[in-house]
């Protein structure tokens, strides 16, 4: 192969990567304006960042919906399995909760609340993968969004917050709920997108 041969071939396959990376880039958008005209409370510029940062390799393949779906879902899960860490060391004895007895109190049901979301997360992940039934995988998903909601009011209750009106996302792990919450709403987003397209009649 000579050299202009050769810079022909890196061209081309530089064309096709670029015009896959394109494809794969507006199918983001596409999804994601998608989803937030369902919820006023959907965040379009999370939802974007959070699927152009794939934890999965290869990355999703264009027009594919299951692998975009997947990639919310396990997010979720890690984050779900480093804010369980992250609430063990606010209660450790330099975590700064060491005379705040409804902090530390707060923090244990947090605790648990992460334990039980990240499980049920890692069986979503699983349900998915094999394809067995969505709405298991939609329950599961919509459980870890409502631990970080419960968590999160746990924490307002100090403050005679009964739960109601919009969230503010203020407690010591509120950037991990908020993260959670908007993840699962992602996921089950794409999952309502993906059963909506499998159900038409072809």
Known sequence: MN????????FFLFFLVSQVNSTT????????????????IFDYNFCVSSLDNSPISPPPTPTNL??????PMLQALDNATATSSTIQQLMSDEGGFEDDGFGRA???????????A????????????????????????????EAAVTCENGFGERDGGDGGGAMTWTSPIGGE??????LGQISLCIINMISSVTSLPF
């Open 118 to 145: 990240a499980e049920r997360l890692e069986q979503a992940v699983r349900v998915f993968v094999t394809r067995e039934e969505r709405e298991t995988v939609k329950v599961m998903v919509s459980a870890a969004m």
């Open 66 to 71: 299951p692998s975009l779906a997947l990639i």
């Open 25 to 40: 880039d507006n199918m983001i958008k596409q999804t994601c304006k998608t989803c937030a005209t369902k919820s006023t």
């Open 3 to 10: 050299l202009s041969q050769l810079f022909i071939t890196i």
């Open 177 to 182: 709920n908020h993260k959670l919450f908007a």
């Open 106 to 116: 707060c923090l244990r049901d947090c605790l648990e609340l992460y334990e039980d």
